[in-house]
Nanobody
Framework: QVQLVESGGGLVQVGVSLRLSCAAS??????MGWFRQVPGKEREFVAA????????AYADSVKDRFTISRDNAKNTVYLQMNSLKPEDTAVYYC??????????????????WGQGTQVTVSS
């Protein structure tokens, strides 16, 4: 079992950067993903990183602005968010995927989820 705890969210102005962290209770040698959700909408893929950190994937809406990374020694995955826009406002969730080969980008493929952290970008 894996417990995930997100942190780093907050209320920021347009253009500001934030770094979200996802701390795991155990090892971080799982595929990890970041998703976000706003009221009335489906959970949306943001970024994913494979177990080694070698492969990453990003949603088009955040490509070139967000960077996912991981530090397996610290059992932590990060989402660096730059040039934040109001459209980035959402609850951000990290998730762990037990798959060892495939880098999944859909929520239903992930096995463990954190509680989420709110990111609000004011215009």
């Amino acid at each position: 079992q894996v417990q995930l705890v997100e942190s780093g969210g907050g209320l920021v102005q347009v253009g500001v950067s934030l770094r979200l962290s996802c701390a795991a209770s155990g090892r971080t040698s799982y595929t990890m993903g970041w998703f976000r959700q706003v009221p009335g909408k489906e959970r949306e893929f943001v970024a994913a990183i494979d177990r080694s950190g070698r492969r990453t994937a990003y949603a088009d809406s955040v490509k070139d602005r967000f960077t996912i990374s991981r530090d397996n020694a610290k059992n932590t995955v990060y989402l660096q968010m730059n040039s934040l826009k109001p459209e980035d406002t959402a609850v951000y969730y990290c998730a762990a995927d037990l798959a060892v080969v495939i880098l999944h980008i859909t929520p239903d493929k992930y096995d463990y989820w954190g509680q989420g952290t709110q990111v609000t970008v004011s215009s």
